[in-house]
């Protein structure tokens, strides 16, 4: 079993910043890292993911604001979040694909979540 343990969330004013980190408790290598997000009465979705190889894809709404970085060697994946507006309140949830143990390849792993709240 392998579980994402995620840190960083808070209350911040908006323009504010806060960094979100994301480890796995182990694995030998995790094809993508990503970060989510869900607001209340909304559908979760994707604001940004990365590969063990560093591509990465952003939503629209993050672009020039988040950046999202890994270190492979510890597994933990971040995201720096920078300017940030009330409308990016929400839950943060980390995501990992692909997950290598040993023989065996997890689809899909999913942190607890982690609230983030950007006041006005």
């Known amino acids: 079993q392998v579980q994402l343990v995620e840190s960083g969330g808070g209350l911040v004013q908006a323009g504010g910043s806060l960094r979100l980190s994301c480890a796995a408790s182990?694995?030998?290598?995790?094809?993508?890292m990503g970060w989510y997000r869900q607001a209340p009465g909304k559908q979760r979705e994707l604001v940004a993911t990365i590969t063990d190889g560093g591509t990465t894809s952003y939503a629209d709404s993050v672009k020039g604001r988040f950046t999202i970085s890994r270190e492979n060697a510890k597994n933990t994946v971040f995201l720096q979040m920078n300017s940030l507006k009330p409308e990016d309140t929400a839950v943060y949830y980390c995501k990992a694909e692909r997950v290598r143990v040993g023989l065996v390849t997890i689809p899909t792993c999913w942190g607890q979540g982690t609230q983030v709240t950007v006041s006005p």
């Open positions: 182990r694995s030998i290598s995790i094809n993508v």
